[in-house]
């Protein structure tokens, strides 16, 4: 099994829907837990970053952690062309970076 | 907002020679870090570097990678002899403590 699972889409939705995209994670270790975004051709930007379990909201952006079903979620709201890219989340227990494959998000106009 | 900055862009070399990839880290950061992704594959941990030395790296970070902090604002990357398998993005990343990373838009190196 893989510690980070990680469907990697493509996920297409029409423009305004709400985006779900999910991880789930197998080390209760982990403490850390961040989604990145990233355009083609680009370096991985940080969106959201969570410690602990429970809801974080960031304007369109709201991250989800349950640590007893060791299941991460990134919400996006309104959806715009704009946020068409491939979204990775990732998690931290010491000093390295565990990847999921990240999703290849499609937003149509 | 501060950054994380590459040099350069993109990198071309023949196999077997030696390139060096530069990262500025963001300046309060004490932790820092390379990444690389081969196209359309995951992103993956390559080392970490911490108070002046290697505190984590991969299996893929074998002989042939080394990382230098040589002053107070460089973390280079030198790969001492290129094979084809080592074209990719690589990307450098730094953190403070306890915080996510932020990474550099990443240098793209081919190998030929």
């Known amino acids: 099994q893989k510690e980070v699972e990680q469907d990697p889409g493509p996920l297409s939705v029409p423009e305004g829907a709400i985006v779900s995209l999910n991880c789930t994670y197998s080390?209760?270790?982990?403490?850390?837990f961040m989604w990145y975004r990233q355009y083609s051709r680009k370096g991985p930007e940080l969106l959201m970053y969570?410690?602990s379990s429970g809801n974080k909201e960031d304007g369109r952006f709201t991250a989800q952690v349950d640590k007893s079903s060791k299941y991460i979620s990134l919400f996006i709201r309104d959806s715009q062309p704009s946020d068409s890219a491939t979204y990775l989340c990732?998690?931290?227990?010491?000093?390295?970076?565990?990847w999921g494959a990240g999703t290849k998000l499609i937003i149509k106009p | 907002e501060p950054e994380v900055t590459q040099t350069p862009s993109h990198q071309v070399t023949q196999m077997g020679q030696e390139v060096i990839l530069r990262c500025v880290p963001i300046?309060?950061?004490?932790?820092f870090y390379w990444y690389r992704q081969i196209l359309g594959q995951k992103v993956e941990f390559l080392v970490s570097?911490?108070?002046?030395?290697?505190?984590?790296k991969s299996e893929i970070f074998d002989d042939q990678f080394s990382v230098e902090r040589p002053d107070g604002s460089n973390f280079t990357l030198k790969i001492r002899s290129t094979k084809l398998e080592d074209s990719a993005m690589y990307f450098c990343?730094?953190?403070?403590?306890?915080?996510?990373?932020?990474f550099g838009n990443g240098t793209r190196l081919t190998v030929t």
């Open positions: 990343a730094s953190s403070g403590e306890g915080q996510p990373l932020h």
């Open positions: 300046s309060n950061h004490l932790y």
């Open positions: 570097f911490y108070n002046n030395e290697i505190s984590e």
């Open positions: 080390n209760s270790a982990f403490q850390y």
């Open positions: 969570t410690y």
């Open positions: 990732a998690m931290m227990g010491n000093y390295q970076l565990i």
